[in-house]
T-cell receptor, first 111, second 108 residues
Framework: SQTIHQWPATLVQPVGSPLSLECTVE??????LYWYRQAAGRGLQLLFY??????ISSEVPQNLSASRPQDRQFILSSKKLLLSDSGFYLC??????????FGPGTRLTVL | GQSLEQPSEVTAVEGAIVQINCTYQ??????LSWYQQHDGGAPTFLSY????GLEETGRFSSFLSRSDSYGYLLLQELQMKDSASYFC?????????FGSGTKLNVKP
């Protein structure tokens, strides 16, 4: 069966510090991978998606970047965090246009 | 651009039926899906409609009208565990756009 891992579960970082969040998927090959951010009480904002190794599409210009070094690994990074980067970061995967499978998420607080 | 509208909050009693509406405007459209999210958790998939009509999965049903850019999620025989946020999402060629969510409060 397919599983998706994200770590860490929670993170508190100072403004201006770097960020690296990792997501890995097991049990599937060549999935589409996604990074979302959810502010408290809000919907999910699509940040990046990838249809293959090294292929990254950015939805929202910001100080975040993403990379896909391996088929089932997706990394979200920042060189310098802003207060507005706080939120619940969710990684997801799918194979088509219907169901997306979400990881457990990382709750990031930037102070 | 993409925009989805759904009510921010709905309250219903246990055992009742509730309908959560979603209207959308999108430059491309493959289908409409629904997700449930409990406080502190990740969203989980409920249903997907690519064609007009009603899809039924147990106590949950979802409807789509492509000509009206409209869909709804119908929850029957409400249970306390159905208290959660519900999101509609449109898919557009590998991209998914979510509404801001409807918080459902189920009361005894």
């Amino acid at each position: 069966s397919q599983t998706i891992h994200q770590w860490p579960a929670t993170l508190v970082q100072p403004v201006g510090s770097p960020l690296s969040l990792e997501c890995t998927v097991e049990g599937t090959s060549n999935p589409n991978l996604y990074w979302y951010r959810q502010a408290a009480g809000r919907g999910l904002q699509l940040l990046f998606y990838s249809v293959g190794i090294g292929q990254i599409s950015s939805e929202v210009p910001q100080n975040l970047s993403a990379s896909r070094p391996q088929d089932r690994q997706f990394i979200l990074s920042s060189k310098k965090l802003l207060l507005s980067d706080s939120g619940f970061y969710l990684c997801a995967w799918n194979l088509g246009q219907d169901e997306q499978f979400f990881g457990p998420g990382t709750r990031l607080t930037v102070l | 651009g993409q925009s989805l509208e759904q009510p921010s909050e709905v309250t219903a009693v246990e055992g009742a039926i509730v309908q959560i509406n979603c209207t959308y405007q999108t430059s491309g459209f493959y289908g409409l899906s629904w997700y449930q999210q409990h406080d502190g958790g990740a969203p989980t998939f409920l249903s997907y409609n690519a064609l007009d009509g009603l899809e039924e999965t147990g106590r949950f049903s979802s409807f789509l009208s492509r000509s009206d850019s409209y869909g709804y999620l119908l929850l029957q025989e409400l249970q306390m565990k159905d208290s959660a946020s519900y999101f509609c999402a449109v898919s557009n060629f590998n991209k998914f756009y979510f509404g801001s969510g409807t918080k459902l409060n189920v009361k005894p």
